[in-house]
């Protein structure tokens, strides 16, 4: 059995920055990547980024320069460091946790950006 436990969305002003970390517990075994997605009213759920076990890391074009996606091993735990953070960002933010057997999502946290 393997859970996801996201925090750390809420509300901030344009301009402002807030910080995801989602930490998973349970069986987890050959983690392939971590990454966080997310879902906008209306839309579809978009990949944010993603970091795989060697640590590369892959972003959208919206949000590189803006965004710092970072993973503790130790932990597995996956961050996700949100700046500059504009309205377009507003949605569900969904963390991933990829298996060499399957995906597992976490129930998602709300970000709100206010203009």
């Known amino acids: 059995q393997v859970s996801l436990m996201e925090s750390g969305g809420g509300l901030v002003q344009a301009g402002g920055s807030l910080r995801l970390s989602c930490a998973a517990s349970?069986?987890?075994?050959?983690?392939?990547?971590m990454g966080w997605y997310r879902q906008a009213p209306g839309k579809q759920r978009e990949l944010v980024a993603t970091v795989i076990s060697g640590g590369i890391t892959n972003y959208a074009d919206s949000v590189k320069g803006r965004f710092t996606i970072s993973k503790d091993n130790a932990k597995n735990a996956v961050y996700l460091q949100m700046n500059s953070l504009k309205p377009e960002d507003t949605g569900v933010y969904y963390c991933l946790l990829r298996l060499v057997i399957r995906d597992y999502w976490g129930h998602g946290t709300q970000v709100t950006v206010s203009s």
């Open positions: 349970g069986s987890i075994f050959n983690i392939d990547a």
